[in-house]
C-alpha cells in the first residue's frame, strides 16, 4: 500500500496529513461538541497536536494513512479521515477517524470521500474486506 498516494474526485481531494495542516484544523475543531463520540477531544490545542503527530508517525509505521481532506472548489481544507487497521494477510481494511468540519457537513463531502476510498481498496489494492468505523 503506498502511503503516499492521493485521492480525488472533481470536488474533493484526500492527501496524506501533514504538520502544516494545524492551523487549518485547528479553525475547524474548535466546537467542543464535535469531539463527544471521538477518540480525543481536539478542540484542545495539545491534543490536536499530539492527534496530528500520532497520524505521521502511524503513517512511517505504516499502520494508519490519515488524510486531509481538501475542498478543491474552495481550495480549503475541510477535514480528515483515515485507512487503518489494515491487514494484507486478511485482505482487510478499516476507514474511520473521520471528522468534517461543521460548515462542510450536508454537503455531500463524506460520501465522495467513502466512495473514494472504498473504491481505491476494492479496486487499487485487490483487498476483500473494507470496514467502517463509525
Known amino acids: 500500500m ?26 475547524l475543531t474548535k466546537d467542543e461538541s464535535m469531539w463527544i463520540y471521538y477518540t480525543s477531544d481536539l478542540s484542545i490545542e495539545g491534543n490536536l497536536e499530539k492527534w496530528i503527530d500520532d497520524a505521521i508517525t502511524d503513517g512511517v509505521e505504516k499502520k494508519r494513512l490519515a488524510f486531509t481532506i481538501i475542498d478543491k472548489k474552495q481550495n480549503q481544507i475541510i477535514g480528515s479521515t483515515s485507512f487503518g487497521n489494515i491487514s494484507h494477510y486478511d485482505k482487510r ?27 481505491y481498496c476494492f479496486e487499487e489494492l485487490g483487498f476483500e474486506r473494507v470496514e467502517l468505523k463509525i
Open 2 to 27: 503506498d502511503f503516499n498516494i492521493e485521492l480525488q474526485t472533481e470536488n474533493v481531494l484526500l492527501r496524506p496529513i501533514k504538520v502544516d495542516d494545524f492551523d487549518s484544523f485547528f479553525d
Open 93 to 119: 481494511i478499516e476507514i474511520g477517524w473521520t471528522w468534517i468540519g461543521k460548515e462542510f457537513r450536508g454537503k455531500g463531502f463524506n460520501d465522495q470521500i467513502k466512495f473514494l476510498m472504498i473504491k
